[in-house]
């Protein structure tokens, strides 16, 4: 039968809805895009990963040694931005692709994504179950993605409004300057262990893991390497801070502006009954945003700057989302629906208007 599935759930009017045979006409059309793709991949794709991960082994060197001179504030400045910009690099564009199996063609177990382990507090496995699975499989989903709001934040009318969020504009800082500690600490739950809908057994089980790992990075960051630097410890333990700061402001930045603009969409655990690949493919396009830039900016948002293809084609190598993005917006305007793409300044400042405006009980 030919009749308009679901639209219900789907409230922006910038979107029209869709029939059955449009919908699974639609996902033809997207799994076309993909399989082209897929059909191309090969060494280039290979050497650019390579690249990629000698350009964050060597920044990540230089910057370390230019911190050793650290009293030298040049130096300082020099190696904090190196340090800074490798670890952008390496969890954006190598860590966070790699482990969604983007070069597990290769064969090649430095880019496994079962087995890469990532430079940030949080294990990779951990960021497989919450991101990779629960993210990706749910986009958006009220009550079955931890990252709307990651528990802390109302960003949609359809979120519970209380006194706490009033004060999330304040608390927005410090989460963005610790965010990967957020990260780490998700799939822990810890607001079902405080209202004991989680089990101390399970998160003691679930904490050993994230436990191990955290010392680990912060031994790395904040003992070994200002031990080893001697009379430059303090540069270069401050060096590391800045570092972590700077790639955690980013990383915050680039993700909530992937979600939380304006037009994105949130949607009820209802709409998951029968879903079809075609409405999978609306939601993670209803509930998506992308950001416009050069090729430059494009890299360091590890191309999450293409979060609508990205969640379309998690699994295909994120070089690619520029050559395929143009497709997927002729698709979309044929189909009727809305391409969520500005600049960074204007997606943010939708992301900030959202973080002040539900910290107030609005409805709308």
């Given at each position: ?9 789907f ?6 809805d ?19 793709v ?135 800082v ?17 607001g ?7 089990s ?66 949130v949607?009820p ?16 396009i ?23 293809e ?29 391409y ?25």
């Open positions: 039968m030919n009749m308009l599935v679901k639209n219900e759930f409230k922006n009017p910038k979107n029209r869709l029939t059955t045979a449009e919908l699974d006409a639609f996902a033809r059309e997207l799994d076309q895009i993909k399989q082209e897929l059909d191309d991949l090969g060494e280039k794709d290979a050497r650019y990963i390579r690249r990629v991960y000698s350009t964050i082994r060597y920044s990540s060197l230089a910057g370390r040694a230019c911190l050793f001179l650290g009293w030298f504030p040049p130096a300082w400045l020099l190696g904090t931005g190196l340090l800074g910009f490798a670890k952008i690099m390496e969890n954006m564009e190598l860590g966070h692709n790699v482990m969604h199996g983007q070069y597990d063609w290769m064969n090649d177990p430095k880019f496994n994504g079962q087995t890469y382990e990532w430079d940030t507090v949080g294990t990779s496995d951990n960021w497989r179950q919450t991101h990779n699975y629960k993210h990706h499989t749910y986009t958006n989903v009220k009550g079955m993605d931890d990252d709307v709001g990651y528990g802390v934040f109302r960003l949609f009318p359809e979120q519970r409004w209380s006194k706490f969020t009033l004060i999330q504009p304040i608390y927005i410090p989460f963005s300057l610790l965010f990967q500690w957020g990260v780490a600490i998700q799939n822990l739950e810890l079902k262990v405080l209202y004991k809908r989680k101390m057994a399970e998160f003691k089980r679930e904490w050993q893991p994230a436990q191990k790992k955290i010392m680990k990075q912060v031994f790395k960051d904040y003992v070994f390497f200002p031990l080893i630097a001697g009379p430059a410890a303090l540069p270069v333990f401050a060096g590391n801070l800045v570092a972590n700061g700077i790639r955690n402001v980013w990383t915050f930045s680039i993700i909530f502006c992937g979600h939380f603009t304006k037009d994105v969409e949607f655990k209802s709409i998951l009954k029968d879903e079809s690949r075609g409405h999978w493919y609306m939601r993670q209803r509930g998506s945003s992308n950001l416009t830039g050069s090729e430059a900016f494009h890299i360091l948002t590890g191309h999450l700057s293409h979060q609508i990205h969640h379309l084609f998690p699994d295909i190598p994120a070089r690619r989302y520029r050559q395929v993005a143009p497709k997927v917006q002729a698709v979309c305007e044929k189909y009727g629906l809305h969520n793409n500005a600049s960074f300044v204007k997606q943010f400042s939708e992301v900030v208007g959202r973080i002040f405006k539900y910290a107030l009980p609005f409805k709308k």
